[in-house]
């Protein structure tokens, strides 16, 4: 089985962009059930998570991949794995380094806003406030004012 792939012949391409973006809005709706989560719910969103990142690795660009590893991070960071929520923030802010003119511009400031979530979920305060800073100097910068109120919202999050 290792050697196994996912070829179009099994799931052809729009259909594992309709299951890749069916998952990522699942996880979507699972991390704003917040307290109403379950532990079944939980590992669910970290599941989902990752299989909606699997398939837009398989099928989308580097928009996705930094998007993907970023929400897997916020799903590990809201699940209260702090370590796991770094290690794909990271993931997430190494993808992005380089990158960021050939990216929407509200991606920086999430990927800094991720950053900063994960390093509270693992209690690194000092970090955080570093990561905090950068999300909103990113933010400044987004030209879309709905992009900009929602990650600036985000951030607010973190600082309440």
């Known amino acids: 089985m290792l050697g196994m792939t996912l070829d179009d012949d099994v799931v052809d391409a729009a259909t594992q962009r309709r299951i890749a973006v069916a998952l990522f809005n699942r996880v979507w709706d699972l991390l704003e059930a917040g307290d109403d989560r379950t532990p079944e719910d939980t590992a669910e969103m970290i599941d989902a998570a990752h299989a909606s990142r699997y398939l837009w690795r398989r099928i989308g660009g580097l928009e996705q991949a930094v998007v993907g590893e970023w929400q897997i991070s916020r799903a590990y960071a809201s699940a209260g794995l702090g370590d796991e929520a770094v290690r ?3 993931l997430a802010f190494s993808l992005l380094a380089g990158n960021e003119d050939d990216l929407p511009d509200w991606i920086p400031a999430s990927v800094h806003e991720g950053r900063a979530r994960a390093y509270l979920a693992a209690g690194d305060g000092p970090s955080a406030s570093v990561a905090i800073a950068e999300a ?15 990650v600036e919202s985000q951030i607010a999050e973190l600082t309440s």
Not at 136 to 150: G, P, Q, V, Y
């Open 136 to 150: 909103a100097t990113a933010a400044a910068r987004i030209a879309d004012a709905e992009d900009r109120d929602l």
């Open 88 to 90: 794909h923030a990271d």
